[in-house]
C-alpha cells in the first residue's frame, strides 16, 4: 500500500478524533446542541440515562444511571451532577451506590433504571424512586425501589423495593369490571397479540394474575403535583399497560390508590407534567433500545379519564441523522421539567453497544392556541 494511503488514513483517522474532541453538545454563545456528545466540567461525557432534573435552591440536580461501556448491568449505581446554568454539569459522583452484600436488592450487578429524584417538603429529605432489577435475572423481578438522603448528592440510602398494590384493585374499576377481570385467566393464553387475546388484556388479565403477588412496575417517573401529593406513574403488566399511584405523604410507599390506564397500549418511557389545568402524559411504545413513535395522553384530573392524542413531536432532525419526528428524532423520552419557566422534553438517544455513550437530548415544548403540547426538532437552541 502507498505511502499516500497511510498519510491520508492518518490525516481521516486525526479529523474524525479532532471532531470528536470538538463537537460537543454546548457551542461558544451557551446554545445547546443536540446529537452531540456533552462534557462535564471535566470533559467526560455525562453518564446519567433515564435520568431526570431537580431544582433545589438556585442549583440544578441531574440524576440518572451511570452506565458501564459495555454490558447493562449495573457496577457503580445511579450518579448525580450539578450546575445553576443548566449547561455546565459537575460530577458529584454516584449518590446511590450498588451494595457489595450477596443477596441485597441492590446487589452490584442488578439493574437500576430511571431514577427520579423528589423533593418532600414535609419531612425534608430527599427521595429516589428507580426501576430495579435484582441480579441475575433479567427483567422478570419488575420492582420499585426507595431510597432517601438529607443531602440531593447523596449519599441516598435503600429504604426498599417491591412490585405494586398486592390484593389491591385499581380505583377506576367498577365491580362489574373487577368481576370482569377475576374471570380471565392468563395461564390458558399461550399466543398473544390476537384480537381474543387483546380483550383479556383490556379487562384486566395480567392485573388478575399478579394481584396476589403484587403488580410489575419497570419504566417509570415520578410527578408532584402543586398540592405535594406526588404520583408514580409505570409500565406494568408485561408493559402492556400503565398504572398511575399516588404516594404516601413520605414519598417512600404508596397509599393503595391508583389507576390503571391505557390497558394493550404498550407505552414504556413515561413523562407526566401539568401544563395549568391539563395533566399531559408523553410515552414511547416499547421496542427495547430501538427508537419508536411517541404517544401522548391528556386528562382534566390526574385520575382521569384520559384520552389519548397523537406524538407530539414534528419535523426531523435535520442536523442529527435526520430522524423522523415518528422514530421521536431517535431518542426515548425520560422526563419533562420546567426550567427557568419552560418544559424541557429529555430523552436518551440509547446507544445499546455502548450505554455509557448514549447521547442526550433536551428539546423545549411548545404549546399551541389550545395548550396541547408540540415537539419540534430543534439542532440547538438557548434557555
Ligand atoms: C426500554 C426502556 O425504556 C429502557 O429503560 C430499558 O429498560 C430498555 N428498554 C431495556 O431494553
Redesign the pocket.
Known amino acids: 500500500m502507498s505511502t499516500r494511503f497511510f498519510t491520508l488514513t492518518r490525516i481521516s483517522l486525526l479529523s474524525l478524533l479532532w471532531a470528536v474532541l470538538t463537537s460537543t453538545a454546548l457551542a461558544q454563545d451557551g446554545a445547546l446542541i443536540n446529537g452531540q456528545p456533552w462534557p462535564d466540567t471535566n470533559g467526560r461525557h455525562i453518564n446519567a440515562h433515564?435520568g431526570c432534573i431537580l431544582q433545589h435552591g438556585d442549583t440544578y440536580y441531574w440524576y440518572g444511571e451511570q452506565r458501564p461501556d459495555r454490558g447493562?448491568t449495573m457496577d457503580g449505581g445511579i450518579t448525580v451532577y450539578k450546575s445553576t446554568d443548566l449547561r455546565h454539569w459537575t460530577d458529584c459522583g454516584i449518590c446511590l451506590h450498588t451494595s457489595s452484600d450477596e443477596g441485597s436488592d441492590i446487589e452490584r450487578g442488578c439493574?437500576m433504571?430511571?431514577p427520579k429524584v423528589l423533593w418532600n417538603e414535609r419531612t425534608r429529605r430527599f427521595v429516589m424512586l428507580f426501576?430495579l432489577e435484582l441480579k441475575g435475572r433479567g427483567?422478570e423481578a419488575a420492582r420499585v425501589a426507595f431510597a432517601e438522603s438529607e443531602s440531593p448528592t447523596g449519599p441516598f440510602r435503600f429504604v426498599r423495593s417491591k412490585r405494586l398494590h398486592a390484593q389491591t384493585w385499581p380505583f377506576n374499576m367498577s365491580d362489574a369490571d373487577i368481576l370482569a377481570a377475576k374471570q380471565t385467566n392468563a395461564a390458558q393464553w399461550h399466543e398473544w397479540w390476537t384480537p381474543e387475546w387483546r380483550k383479556e388484556v383490556e379487562k384486566g388479565m395480567y392485573l388478575w394474575r399478579d394481584m396476589e403477588s403484587g403488580q410489575m412496575s419497570?419504566?417509570m417517573t415520578v410527578f408532584t403535583d402543586t398540592d405535594g401529593t406526588a404520583y408514580h406513574i409505570t409500565?406494568s403488566q408485561e408493559n402492556l399497560t400503565l398504572l398511575i399511584s399516588e404516594l404516601s405523604a413520605d414519598y417512600l410507599d404508596f397509599t393503595g390508590k391508583y389507576i390503571m390506564l391505557a390497558p394493550g397500549g404498550l407505552n414504556?418511557?413515561p413523562c407526566l407534567f401539568r401544563h395549568a389545568d391539563d395533566y399531559w402524559l408523553i410515552c414511547?411504545g416499547?421496542?427495547?433500545?430501538a427508537p419508536n413513535e411517541a404517544r401522548m395522553f391528556k386528562a382534566k384530573s390526574i385520575w382521569g379519564p384520559w384520552t389519548q392524542l397523537p406524538s407530539p413531536f414534528q419535523g426531523t432532525a435535520s442536523g442529527y441523522r435526520d430522524m423522523p419526528a415518528d422514530k421521536t428524532f431517535g431518542a426515548?423520552g425520560?422526563f419533562v421539567c420546567q426550567l427557568e419557566g419552560r418544559f424541557v422534553f429529555m430523552a436518551?438517544v440509547?446507544n445499546?453497544r455502548h450505554l455509557a455513550r448514549s447521547l442526550h437530548f433536551w428539546l423545549p415544548v411548545h404549546f399551541d392556541n389550545e395548550g396541547t403540547p408540540f415537539i419540534p426538532w430543534a439542532d440547538n437552541w438557548k434557555q
Not at 416499547?286 to 433500545?289: L, P, R, Y
Open positions: 433515564g447493562f439493574i433504571e430511571r426501576h427483567y419497570r419504566d409500565s414504556e418511557a414511547s416499547c421496542t427495547g433500545w426515548q425520560t436518551d440509547w445499546p
